[in-house]
């Protein structure tokens, strides 16, 4: 038995001298690199194939994950969107509490009492007699006829019809409107009549010795009982003379801005209330005459106005 273990312990010895020294010639030299090429190549096949469980298991785990790990990634990404989503509204709110914040401001720091804010529900503005703008107000918020309409930036125009949930406004640049302005500078009186386009309204019947220069502001001057005074309408864009015409051309850039605006203020105007409940009242039921329309009558009103030079 003894000598069994020590035959054993010989071989152990040999086979450890033996791997020592191929270790340190292996390191040292370069004899086996052609060897261990050979066995590599040799291997390969033995690797792929003893790999396949492995990558079976690593397909199916992603192809097929958990199911509750899956509804959970669902949920995650649902609640994600859902808070992207709120997010964009709170930012769009916020835009529209600051343009409202302008608006309110724009008006108090005149003066005048705003009865009531209203919201852009459609614009007409393609055609030169179809200039208009329809608000969420009607005759359940006891709007007026010819109620004047004003933006943070200045005036747009009046109401011209009136429904029960709705109403028309037609604003200063439909060729039907003319808006008794002055120009801020000097106090000089004019008319700014509407052509059709969102962008230009004129001032005709200037003479040429009239102060008036471009950049000029156009204010409401108070005159035809419609808008009150003080509010701003346009700025003077251009002015040329032609030879022959006895009047300047004047054109001048509004101040709202028709084609943007979302949110609009109904200003007080109780003149014409009052005036009107006076005329209603003087006159017997057998002799009314029928009413001009609101536009109509402010243009016939600016029409009888004496020219801009003469006043």
Known sequence: MSNHIFTLL????FVAIV???????????SYFDWTRSVMSNINTPFNTVL????????????????????????????????????????????????????LFSASQA??????????IIRTELQGPY??????????????????????ANGVIGQLSKIAYNHSVVTVITDASHATPVEVLRNGLRAVARGTGNSQILKIPFMSFQADIEVG???????????????????????IQGLAGEPFLTIEARPFAEMNKVKNILLLDQPLIARNA???????????????????????????????????
Do not use: C
């Not at 791997?19 to 030299?29: F, K, Q, V």
């Not at 994600?80 to 509204?89: G, H, I, W, Y």
């Open 19 to 29: 791997t020592i020294a191929l270790i340190i010639l292996d390191h040292r030299t």
């Open 216 to 238: 000029d502001v156009l204010v409401t001057s108070g005159l035809g009982e419609v808008f009150p005074a003080g509010y701003p309408v346009a700025e003077v864009s251009s």
């Open 130 to 151: 179809d200039q208009r703008i329809v608000i969420d107000h009607g005759s359940r918020e006891d709007v007026i006829l010819s109620q004047p309409v004003i933006d």
């Open 10 to 13: 010989y071989r152990f010895i």
């Open 51 to 102: 790999s396949v469980p492995v990558r079976m298991g690593t397909f199916f785990e992603d192809y097929w994950p958990n199911e509750k790990l899956r509804q959970r990634v669902d949920s995650l990404e649902f609640e994600n969107q859902r808070l992207l989503a709120k997010v964009q509204k709170y930012d769009a709110l916020e835009v529209e509490k600051n343009r409202l914040l302008v």
């Open 110 to 119: 005149r003066g005048d009492a705003v009865i009531k804010m209203a919201r």
């Open 277 to 311: 409940g006076v005329s209603e009242n003087s006159q017997k039921p057998g002799d009314a005459e029928p009413q001009t329309a609101p536009v109509e009558r402010q243009a016939k009103a600016s029409l009888s106005q004496p020219a801009p030079e003469q006043q």
